[in-house]
């Protein structure tokens, strides 16, 4: 047998190579630190290291292993490090892990209930619980029209509400009014809307971001929206979704949710509140207050996969009104029909959604809520925020840098000043910065741009991080920083 | 630190937890066979065991493996049990099994090259192997101006190829030319491609699903496929796209590739094949046959998660011109903007797939490929067609039953004859016979419906499926059939 290799399935094989793979990973979370946080590979590095085409004959998980040490690892950006400070995290967790493990283990495919009662109800258990976690309205909860549900991402969460009400209204309209649909954001919305508005067939044009500035924290203004809607509305056209966000990708600005959503409902526009990131912290009473006005909301959304311990990918979408989007993604084939979906005595999470098959996502999550607990998920939390309010300290500290913007939840926008003022020179200044720090391998952060202002963003979040990293990555950039300056 | 239950990332508690993990998934593989296969619980069953909200404090992973044992596995319907012949099969293997667990423990989001190379690189390279060994044109590897892409299934390859022609398109014809746009497909085409359509704004009466029947075993008819364009030509309409399936849902169905894709080539069609299930057959010289012509088409997709051992998700699709998908799907915003992407170096997968996140998909499908090699994975195939060859000579020795059409993989379509020649009863009682079988739990098939008929599909494809189960089914098969028949 050995000569044959792995059978395609065997319990014992499989414990004995899953065991190893343990090790491995564990090996890996304990060497973490050793690691370049970005990769420091060049494109096409992997090409050269490895063999043109498959293996005839099978090889050994040893070999495999070996593989991913020298060849794999040094080209994986480590997103676990507890130095990895870029975009928003994406947690790993025990639990999660776990959770993942086991969905893979039973490797079912849940597109009916039929296909596995366990993996639609667990979903719609666990999505209540979280939806009370985070004190949502309870029309969100699955116990009467609306419901939860676990997307890929928060690019597919807001693409099915917005197929949802583009459809609703389309129904009422008729197709050909689809040139006349607008879409309302601010402009720090994720480019995820504009995608979806893209795939949708909404008018790019007709995907109105609207302005924002420092004035309002890069938040979205009520009164801007309410202008830039009877305007349109004046000239024929057809205002139908609007997305809010709380905790933008840029610089975690919180658009007023009550506000915003007075003026969705008082135009028969659907209001979706995309949460992905802060909506983690909102478990938290002390930052709650940050989706107050969610129950004007159509459907609201936050990523379990970035900051919430649940491995990637987790998206926990609620929608009030669960027929919109079964009428907007249903598809009912012959081959599919079955007594409990036909008796329409079940949730069918196949009609919620982009793809035909699911994984059993719920599983990773529900092992994160019970392995940890309510208290323990809002310590880490709030352990995040110190250690960012510790970090903006840092920086206030040091007279040769400012803080961009007001800090939240875990992100500090920041950025080194042009000396004497000079601005022109304060955008490549902040370049070579991200640049040289990410280039040490010792730290890992990303940026963006505010009001034309090239910005460093320092997003605190991963689960292994402690305050002596914090203090690591700040004597990091400082040192860059100082022999940026030097060299000028 | 116990009473404070697991830290969120610690290495040594992910070894012992994911140690034990690793038994009670080799546990669930050793016992799987006692478990009905058909999970027979009632909608409903699971918010009776459960407690309404999340608990405020950490409980151990004794207690929710015990849940799972108690709880989930009652819920859960088994695809991997070796007596699993419904739809497709969805195959874990020891392999795949260990790939998901490596990427659940890098845990990285591989949007863009530099979130992690290695994961775009991995993936570019072990396609190429994929497309090598089903002899794919040059023309579909990465190292031209095509190649592949993981996607999450065969609906959204679907997706992002009929986004890609229609913009293509609308780049031409200017973007309220949508309404006049036409998809062609068999009616026993998918019916992702009608979810694809409606989501793409594609008006529904276009979308024409061409007629077929038993003259062609269900295959879709040139000369009816060229007579539809014709005539839509004829009315001003614009057809753009075309779907093919190798292997349809149904009953395998092969659409004739060749005439099929020249016929859309001389129309400048988007010649789109769905080799979902079949595809995997391919890597035999034997079967590969079966998607001769794919030379004609501009993407062709195949699910290594259905019958090539690489765990739940995994769709496999390949392009030839991937900048039609890049023109289509592309975001750029400023927070994402790194060197190696604004130099045009790369690769960046987000701009071949509707969400922005993605897993480490490549690693199982590498070690599927490394671990099992072309031979076993030639042999696997070959051991299913076998299998279900045995199975069609049952059926064909009952009188009782027929074989409905003709077997060209590893699914057979078939049904009991009503006595008499009573057409009238035969649905009626093919449906009470699968009724009647799945209640059994000791085997689940599925059905489908052609030229009216209620035909019953026995899919055999279940990574431990040896020749006695394939005998046990067909014993509870006709036990069930004489029961029926009996109490006529």
Redo the contacts between chains.
Sequence with gaps: MES????????????E???K??????????SIENFPV??Q?E?????EL?P??????????Q??LDD?QA??????????SPSYFA?YP?????????G???S??????GFS???????T??E??VL???G??LKLPEDFLSTGQGGGVIQ?????AV?VVL?AAR?RVLRKLG??A??KLVVYASDQT???L??AC????I?PENCKLLKTGSSTNYALSPDLLGKAISDDISTGLVPFFLCATVGT??STAVDPLLSLGKIAKNNGIWFHVDAAYAGSACICPEYRCYIDGVEEADSFNMNA?KWF?T???CSALWVKDRNALIQ??S???????N??SQAN??VDYKDWQ????R?FRS?KL??V????????LQC?IRNHINLAKYFEGLVAADSRFEVVTPRIFSLVCFRLLPPNNNEDHGNNLNHDLL?AVNSTGKIFI????LSGKYIL?FAVGA??TEERHVTAAWKVLQDEASALLGSL
């Design positions: 044959k290799g792995l059978q395609p399935m065997d319990s014992e094989q499989l414990r190579n899953a065991h793979m343990v090790d491995f990973i564990a090996d890996y979370y304990k970005l990769s590979v494109p096409g590095y992997l090409r490895l043109d085409s498959a293996p005839n004959q099978p090889e050994t998980l070999n495999v991913v060849k794999i690892l040094p080209g994986v950006t480590h997103w676990q975009y994406s947690n790993s967790s025990v639990a999660g892990f776990l993942e493990m086991l893979a283990g039973i490797n079912m495919v209930w039929i296909t596995s009662p366990a993996a109800e667990l719609m258990i209540d619980w979280l009370k976690l890929g991402t928060a690019s597919e693409l197929l459809d197709k050909n689809l040139e994720h480019s995820a504009q995608k893209q795939i949708g067939g008018h990708t840029s996969h311990l491995n990637f990918d907007s993604l598809t009912n084939p012959e081959f599919l029909k007594k409990a005595m079940v982009i793809p035909l098959g994984r599983l529900w092992m809520l019970r392995l940890y607990g309510l208290e323990n880490y640049d990303s940026h963006t741009v963003r689960p292994l």
